[in-house]
T-cell receptor, first 115, second 106 residues
Framework: DSGVTQTPKHLITATGQRVTLRCSPR?????VYWYQQSLDQGLQFLIQ???????AKGNILERFSAQQFPDLHSELNLSSLELGDSALYFC??????????????FGPGTRLTVT | GIQVEQSPPDLILQEGANSTLRCNFS?????LQWFHQNPWGQLINLFY???GTKQNGRLSATTVATERYSLLYISSSQTTDSGVYFC????????FGTGTSLTVIP
């Protein structure tokens, strides 16, 4: 157990809908990262937050947004869902941002199926 | 962005055999991690190794940052080692390789 929790574990929804994925980092970790893993794209970095602020951005679609709250949990919002958004969404956390040891620990993932 | 290439893409081993997995990256990186994704999908940390050599039981890893590659050694493989091994690097963001799928047969 990495100490990173994600809810829900599974999510099935229809095209055009909006969903929210939740992540709680390891105790004491200030950075949260979101990744998408699909069969055709592999593991793709989406976005990083550090202590409530956006720190790095990857291949995140405009339909997707994220935030990190004062208690350090993070939410990833996916809207206007398309079939191609079906994937495993991982959250990871680390203690330090750039310049420090940002060893990431991954949560169990949320499997999203869009029908 | 940084290109991360892993080889071989697939590997089948007899239990007890040794193997070496390679990760090449195209630019200078701030860190490098190796992960094992088990058959249940969980990503498990193996090594945080931006440079140098580390060992943990039957696994060890070496990163030569100046030559832009890292190696993961698995000795005396077990069926529980099966899964996909990823390396990930950090430049201005994080980049994962495409992985090496390892199957260990009894």
């Amino acid at each position: 157990d990495s100490g990173v929790t994600q809810t829900p574990k599974h999510l099935i929804t229809a095209t055009g809908q909006r969903v929210t994925l939740r992540c709680s980092p390891r105790s004491g970790d200030l950075s949260v990262y979101w990744y998408q893993q699909s069969l055709d794209q592999g593991l793709q970095f989406l976005i990083q937050y550090y202590n409530g602020e956006e720190r790095a951005k990857g291949n995140i679609l405009e339909r997707f947004s994220a935030q990190q709250f004062p208690d350090l949990h993070s939410e990833l919002n996916l809207s206007s869902l398309e079939l191609g958004d079906s994937a495993l969404y991982f959250c990871a956390s680390s203690a330090h941002p750039i310049g420090g040891i940002d060893e990431q620990y991954f949560g169990p993932g949320t499997r999203l199926t869009v029908t | 962005g940084i290109q991360v290439e892993q080889s071989p893409p697939d590997l089948i081993l007899q239990e007890g055999a040794n193997s070496t997995l390679r990760c090449n990256f195209s630019d200078s990186v701030n860190n490098l991690q190796w992960f094992h994704q088990n058959p249940w999908g969980q990503l498990i940390n193996l090594f945080y190794i931006p440079s140098g050599t580390k060992q943990n039981g039957r696994l060890s890893a070496t990163t030569v940052a100046t030559e832009r590659y890292s190696l993961l050694y698995i000795s005396s493989s077990q069926t529980t080692d099966s899964g996909v091994y990823f390396c990930a690097v950090r430049g201005n963001q994080f980049y994962f390789g495409t992985g090496t799928s390892l199957t260990v047969i009894p």
